[in-house]
């Protein structure tokens, strides 16, 4: 006797992101010297993520945006608003040095 298991179709996919949850970008090559960008999703498309620029000095977004395109991309931390207690600085850390930077490097 064989045992077929139930399929279940999700009444809706929920999205991978979506703008105001916060991100921290794993870049595939590093760029300026960082491999790991965080911040808040600003926008997302078929082409890339745009994410607020964050200063961790003072803990909150500077005015300006990161644009990054899908194919540089290699892994990402995301927080949605389920998510409390994330610190995106120390994934971006944690990253960099994984990437053989420094601390001084990531300032």
Not at 5 to 30: D, H, S, Y
Not at 41 to 52: C, E, F, L, N, P
Not at 66 to 77: K, L, S, T, V
């Amino acid at each position: 006797m064989t045992t077929t298991k139930p399929t279940t179709k999700p009444t809706e996919n929920p999205p991978i992101l979506q703008p105001g949850w916060g991100v921290a970008i794993i870049l595939r090559q590093p760029v300026n010297e960082l491999a790991c960008y965080a911040g808040e999703v600003q926008a997302v498309d078929g082409r890339g993520v745009r994410i607020s620029a964050m200063d961790w000095a003072i803990g909150l977004c500077v005015g300006m945006d990161w644009w990054f395109p899908w194919a540089d991309i290699a892994a990402m931390e995301v927080c949605t608003d389920h998510h409390s207690g994330w610190d995106p600085g120390r994934t971006q850390s944690r990253a960099n040095r994984a990437a053989g930077l420094s601390r001084e490097e990531e300032a």
